[in-house]
């Protein structure tokens, strides 16, 4: 049996990409103890990845822009089931939560008056992404990570928690997982927990996320039986690469459509012109002249059809490729050779550059890219209180991507990179209080902690069953065929059945050799995470029975007046089932909900 | 506006993102090359701080694939324990770096047809620092020196609460900050590569450029010359530049940082009425004590201090 160490700390943040690290900086500065766990070395979390920017109404480019045209243009995005509350803040702590990464040293690309520049995104207005190049989520996590590291926050690397525990008043009280080189286990008992694990991308077989997007975060807290918001939103990012079939899936920046790219189907046509949808017609330009001189005068023009949200612009490329109108290699082609010069596409897009020189041997300043939707993002996930990031479990917070409400049915390009900082902040500040007035310490029981430990190691004591990777590569292959972009009742049903053999197969995986870094051990501790969150999505996506957002029903074809006004929310039972509830959604005051109907001038 | 009549209204029809072409299922499924295809053949160092040895792997060969995703290949298959660090697969995070054929390089972005055909490709783990497990090393020397760093302390903000600087002046800093931190220039960084006993007085070229990077800053207030003179072991570098040849990131190391930290370093030193002049024209930058108190860690001795 490995060895087991506890610490205790005030507040114990699970994850260290943006939202954890931006949690822990606050929660060291108010002077408690902190400890910030990952399951990679610090400075390697998901966020590392993000390119584009982060969205933020500084008004720098377009002195016009402010909180409130934000705030529309994300509760339009997200088809008006964000969290009203969530989507204020948001746009209204944005610029101040970018402008305080610069005093921490971030580098951002300028203005020619020497301001934060901002890029186009699509569903933005204006021009709204604070950004380096196309490093935009690199000089993001590397600021963070250097003041917290100034701050001294301890920080314990490589280090995966398994559960959360809870003391008998059912406060959130200890975490327990092990280090990934020794294989040891770890128990830390805090007085509040903040969850940051990111996404979920892992159960699917195509996806722009990293290793670590297990979805762990969200078990952890469903197990706990923290409340689970919206599961079925998943966006599906229009623009990844198709080619070569192993790096299928790898993410290609909004910022080239952003930065003029235009996408084009195998005639060569600009197809987002026949996929203008009513909510967005008079906002988006209605011819390829317009939309072009949009790229230089925002006041007289609207905005291309490239850039509507994602969740339009993933269908609209699926129907062209279904139509047979597709590149060769099943995607459709994005085209910036043509309408910018190499100088400039080197410049605004130099990993994008690299990574197609490097991957694909293409070049992009002579070439198209092919492009297609992949799995990218996860809308739902643990239901948080707007203001604290407070989840129905006391002690227990959540911030960035694994928690939810933010962005609704769909969220808008750069809007995850300013809502870790918002929130991550909002959530290390509440997590503050909520460990200074909570008295005495934390205690649970130590059978539990045992069993945990026990369950871990079990996939050693089998001799017999499959490898953890043939029932990863099986549950990725349902996700991809039967939960993804486009969905149908019998599919998703489908799903289901398929999801529970799995579960028993995950009961039965075997690893050999020992704890100590072992990726096969480590993946079959994932498991259970993905399953549990696999099921969530999987259950919320039969319940919503109509078209919207990052939910595309086959069966369903349009959105539904009455699944308009409700969220959808996931509990588990004692039983171990989960109960599935809708929720109307909170009102809105009715000033911001006078912003929403406004016309654009 | 009402959201029913309008959202999601494109047209829907069946996912293309499923459609896999048939080709591509094969190539994704470890072991189903058709019988004689060809092949590749990995020989990955396996062991751990008592010792280890290469093991060959023998694959089904894929068109397009990089080292990493036949390393993926051989945790699906035939070695689920085998150790390897890997986060984007893009190039951006760092984690995967290696020595392939003896030349450190990123896993993720080393295409095998760019490799010597028809003989096995040698994967091992980066030599400069201790082995965890196979290709997993033990950086945490290099987390140790960037704790040591006194940290940026800028200069207050303009009477509107916001920086002004020109893309001119952000531009040097801006490709420091580039650093993925894989640590491959410190691996092949002669200094240390060799000589456990120089790592504890001597940074390495990823913090050079950390420190090039802060004194560049247009807003930085902290003088570190001193500090980088006595404590960073910079007089060890004799420019060999083989830091630079690795960076995946092409960051001039060398020319960009060492070079011109090195001249700053000396002027701070060793020309007294240059560092008066600065002293009475730039207020702004502190002491190198000033900075050294901000330093959370600095605590390790230097060859200097000795
Ligand atoms: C390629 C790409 C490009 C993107 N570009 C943009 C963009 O331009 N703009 C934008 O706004 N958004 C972008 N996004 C989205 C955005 O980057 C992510 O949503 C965001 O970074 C998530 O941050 P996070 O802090 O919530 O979690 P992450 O950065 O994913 O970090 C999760 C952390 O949790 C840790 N963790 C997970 N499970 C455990 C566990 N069990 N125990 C301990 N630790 C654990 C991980 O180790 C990691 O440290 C992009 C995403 C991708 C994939
Ligand atoms: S140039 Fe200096 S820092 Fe770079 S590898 Fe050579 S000795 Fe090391
Ligand atoms: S400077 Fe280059 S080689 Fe060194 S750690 Fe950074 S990216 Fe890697
Ligand atoms: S996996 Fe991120 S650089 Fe290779």
């Known amino acids: 049996m490995p060895d087991h160490e506890t610490h205790d700390f005030d507040v114990v943040i699970i994850g260290a990409g943006g939202a954890g690290l931006r949690a822990a900086i606050e929660t060291k500065e108010r002077g408690l103890r902190t400890a910030l766990v990952c399951k990679s070395l610090l400075g390697k979390a998901h966020t590392v990845m993000a390119e584009g920017g982060a969205a933020a109404a500084m008004g720098n480019v377009w002195p016009d822009d402010n909180w409130q045209v934000h705030f529309r243009d994300t509760m339009r995005g997200g088809k008006l089931l964000s969290n009203w509350r969530m989507a204020q803040l948001h746009a209204q702590e944005s610029p101040e939560r970018i402008y305080e990464l610069e005093r921490w040293g971030a580098l951002f690309d300028r203005t020619s008056d020497g301001r934060i520049l901002q890029r186009d995104f699509g569903g933005h207005r204006y021009a709204r992404l604070a950004h380096v190049g196309d490093r935009t ?395 549990t969150v696999s099921r969530l999505v999987t259950r919320a996506a039969i319940e919503r029975r109509e078209s919207r957002g990052g939910q595309t029903r086959d069966d369903y074809p349009k959105p539904d007046l009455e699944l308009g006004k409700v969220n959808l929310i996931q509990r588990l039972r004692p039983d171990g089932t989960y109960e599935l509830e809708q929720v109307p959604l909170p009102p809105m005051p009715a000033e911001l909900a006078a912003l929403l109907e406004e016309e654009p001038k | 506006m009402s959201p029913d009549t309008t959202a999601g209204a494109s047209p829907v029809n069946q996912d293309v993102s499923l459609q896999v072409p048939a080709q591509a299922h094969l190539e994704t499924h470890p072991g189903l090359s058709p019988d004689g295809g060809p092949s590749v053949t990995l020989s990955i160092w396996r062991g751990d701080p008592g010792g280890g040895a290469f093991v060959e792997y023998q694959m089904p060969a894929i068109e397009g694939e990089v080292v990493l995703d036949v390393v993926h290949r051989v945790q699906a298959g035939p070695a689920p324990d085998l150790a390897c660090r890997w986060n984007c697969k893009a190039g951006k995070c760092g984690s995967c770096s290696a020595e392939i054929n003896g030349k450190p390089g990123l896993m993720c972005m080393t295409r095998m047809d760019q490799l010597p055909q028809g003989v096995p490709v040698v994967v091992a783990p980066l030599r400069t620092f201790p082995v965890i497990r196979d290709l997993v090393t033990d950086v945490s020397f290099n987390y140790t020196m960037a704790r040591q760093l006194p940290p940026f302390a800028p200069r207050p903000a303009g009477p509107d609460g916001i920086y002004r600087m020109m ?108 560092w008066l002049g600065r002293k009475i024209l730039r207020r702004t930058k502190r002491s190198a004590a000033e900075a050294a108190a901000d330093a959370p860690a600095f605590s390790s001795p230097t060859r200097e201090d000795r």
């Open chain 1, 137 to 531: 989520g690199l000089e993001m996590i590397r600021t963070l990570q250097q003041q917290a590291v100034a701050l001294g926050v301890e920080v314990f690397m490589e280090c995966k928690v398994l559960r959360l525990l809870k003391d008998a008043d059912g406060r959130a009280s200890a975490a327990v997982g092990y280090w990934r080189p020794s294989g040891d286990f770890v128990t830390f008992n805090a007085k509040a927990f903040v969850i940051a694990t990111g996404g979920i991308g892992k159960s699917w077989l195509f996806t722009t996320n990293s290793w670590e997007c297990t979805g762990d975060g969200d078990a952890i807290a469903a197990w706990a039986g923290a409340d689970m918001l919206d599961m079925e939103f998943v966006q599906f990012h229009p623009t990844c690469m198709v080619w070569p079939m192993t790096a299928r899936g790898i993410l290609v920046t909004e910022g080239v459509r952003g930065d003029g790219g235009a996408l084009r189907n195998a005639e060569g046509r600009r197809f987002m012109f026949d996929y203008i949808p009513p909510m967005f017609a008079s906002e988006t330009a209605a011819t390829e002249e317009e939309a072009d001189r949009w790229y230089d005068d925002h006041t007289n023009n609207r905005r291309p059809p490239d850039l509507l949200p994602r969740d339009e612009v993933a269908r609209s490329i699926n129907s062209e490729v279904k139509a047979g109108r597709g590149s060769p290699h099943g995607g459709v082609f994005l085209d910036i050779a043509t309408r910018r010069s190499p100088e400039y596409i080197r410049r605004r897009l130099p990993s994008m550059y690299h990574q197609f020189k490097e991957l694909a041997g293409l070049d992009i300043t002579t070439d198209p890219m092919e492009v297609a939707p992949f799995q990218h993002y996860m809308m739902g996930g643990i239901w948080v209180e707007a203001d604290t990031g407070a989840t129905t479990v006391p002690g227990l917070f959540a911030a960035g991507e694994a928690a939810a409400g933010m962005h609704g049915a769909n969220r808008l390009g750069g809007n995850s990179l300013s809502d870790l900082l918002v929130f991550g902040r909002r959530a290390g500040m509440a997590a503050s209080d909520f460990a200074g007035g909570r008295l005495g310490t934390p205690t649970v029981e130590e059978a539990e902690v045992d069993q945990i430990c026990k369950a871990a190691l079990e996939p050693f004591g089998r001799d017999s069953g499959e490898s953890p990777y043939n029932v990863h590569r099986d549950l990725q292959e349902t996700m991809q065929q039967l939960v993804g972009l486009i969905r149908s009742e019998t599919e998703l049903v489908r799903a289901l059945d398929a999801l529970d053999k799995l579960d028993e197969r995950t009961k039965k995986v075997s690893v050999t050799g020992t704890p100590a870094y072992n990726p096969g051990w480590n993946l079959a501790t994932d498991l259970p995470a993905m399953l």
């Open chain 2, 167 to 274: 893309q001119i002046d952000v531009e040097r800093g801006q490709e420091f900050r580039k650093c993925i931190e894989c640590f491959m220039c410190q691996d092949v960084c002669h200094v240390i590569r060799d000589h456990e006993e120089n790592k504890a007085f001597y940074a390495g070229p990823r913090m050079f450029i950390r420190y090039m990077e802060l004194e560049s800053h247009p807003l930085d207030t902290n003088d570190r010359r001193e500090l980088i003179r006595r404590r960073t072991g910079l007089s060890l570098c004799n420019i060999t530049k083989c830091c630079t040849e690795v960076c995946p990131e092409g960051i001039h190391i060398t020319d960009n940082a060492i070079i011109p930290l090195k001249e700053r370093v000396v002027d701070a030193s060793y020309d007294p009425v240059a």
